[in-house]
């Protein structure tokens, strides 16, 4: 799970170093790009979780038809969800990166990258929904096969398409669409050829408002609550807009950095997602919790081990994907604000994950929300602006949401009484 979700981000950290090398400006775009696309992977991860927690269950049940069926439902909701986003996402893409922020200088050429990712829409959602269906049976190591072909591909297909084909900033995007459509299409030839525990049966595929409500029950609240991260993402992106388009790509780099810190928690915490669900549906309660707490001390110890390893050597890190000075000044400032502070955000993203595999959206939603709009967004836009820190106030609201969040997840975990629901 940990590997998988290191190479999810590989796709993105290789765009961005391989851009790195045309302009800092090229990093700020495909920045932008991201804060944007992180909502989009939000409403497929939705559907993923929603889809891993209910095939969890059931099979923890006995209920193995059920299980097939969650699956072949959550195909149908990710084609029509693709679709939707591929539309209106071509449609709105420039107005929406004029009121994030990007200047002249900036909106073309993220405008150029994003357009080309919504063409692709369907390789990312439906890549992701059939990881899901895989995890949620319990098999991580085929999507972690397929999924480090794809990001190979990915790093092979960037400096040919950027730099020798000359298509710049927007050759990364057609690089990550081909490598993409290449791993989506390899995962839904393992899971179509009967090689998987889940069956599909589409042919005879009869609606069932019981399973979509179970995968939307689980899954839509996860969805609103990172496109409620993604949103955040794009409210600091405008924050930190307001300092120049050198310090949004700081502002891109300092984060895909600190991001390697969170993966291990992330991976972990898909993980947690599939055992507590099954444990749950089995009616071990104790053991679901106790998955949850060691899961946590798990995730916090590696994003401690990460967090020391980056502070041990920030300006090396930063200029790696860009030497601009004041690129690097900032995002430096970003790496000693915000790195300690990801041991608490990890806790805090395992205990979310658990109340979602006992089938709890509603909670983490909230755990999101307060992290976000309550402490985050008005503590960095006071620090930054009224109080006069700039740019590292941004950081130093970041870090205190981190902590806070981490502290009132562990707290409700605690005091949440578990209860068998399939």
Not at 145 to 161: Q, R, T, Y
Not at 182 to 200: D, E, M
Not at 341 to 370: D, H, M, R
């Amino acid at each position: 799970m940990v590997f998988v979700m290191i190479l999810q981000t590989l796709f993105n950290i290789a765009d961005t170093i391989f851009v790195g090398r045309i302009s800092a400006y090229a990093v700020a775009a495909v920045s932008m790009a991201f804060a944007v696309m992180f909502i989009i992977i939000a409403i497929g991860g939705g559907i993923g979780i929603g889809t891993s927690s209910l095939i969890a269950r059931r099979l923890g049940a006995g209920d193995k038809r059920g299980a097939d069926l969650a699956a072949e439902h959550a195909v149908f909701l990710g084609l029509g969800i693709s679709l939707f986003i591929s539309v209106f996402g071509l449609a709105l893409a420039k107005p929406l990166f004029a009121i994030m922020g990007a200047g002249p200088e900036i909106l073309p050429l993220v405008i150029s990258y994003i357009r080309i990712l919504f063409m692709g829409m369907v390789f990312l959602v439906m890549g992701m929904v059939g990881v899901s269906i895989f995890q949620g049976e319990g098999d991580t190591k085929t999507p972690m096969k397929i999924m480090g072909f794809a990001v190979i591909l990915n790093i092979i297909l960037d400096p040919i398409f950027i730099f020798t084909l000359g298509y710049g900033v927007a050759g990364a995007a057609i690089a990550t669409v081909l490598s993409r459509g290449i791993g989506t299409a390899l995962i839904w030839y393992f899971l179509l050829s009967n090689r998987a525990l889940i069956q599909f049966d589409l042919r005879s595929f009869v609606y069932d408002s019981k399973t979509l409500r179970g995968i939307i029950s689980v899954g839509f609240p996860s969805m609103v609550m990172h496109v409620a991260m993604g949103v955040g993402m794009a409210v600091l992106m405008k924050l930190t807009s307001l300092f120049g388009p050198l310090a949004i790509a700081a502002y891109g780099i300092g984060f895909r950095i600190e991001s390697v810190a969170i993966l291990p928690a992330l991976g972990i915490a898909m993980a947690v997602v599939t055992i507590v669900g099954q444990n749950v549906g089995a009616g071990n309660f104790d053991r679901a919790k106790k998955t949850v707490w060691n899961a946590s001390i798990l995730a916090g110890s590696f994003a401690l081990l990460a967090a020391i390893v980056i502070l041990l050597f920030p300006i090396d890190t930063i200029t790696l994907f860009n030497s601009d000075p004041l690129v690097v000044e900032y995002g430096v400032s970003l790496i000693r604000i915000v790195s300690l502070s990801l041991v608490l955000a990890a806790v805090g993203i395992i205990v979310s994950n658990g109340f979602q595999g006992a089938g709890n959206g509603a909670i983490p939603l909230f755990l999101t929300i307060f992290r976000l709009f309550i402490l985050i967004a008005p503590l960095s836009y006071l620090l930054a602006t009224t109080f006069g820190y700039g740019v590292p106030g941004i950081w130093m609201g970041v870090a205190v949401g981190n902590i806070v969040f981490g502290i009132v997840s562990v707290v409700w975990f605690r005091l949440f009484r578990l209860q068998k629901k399939i």
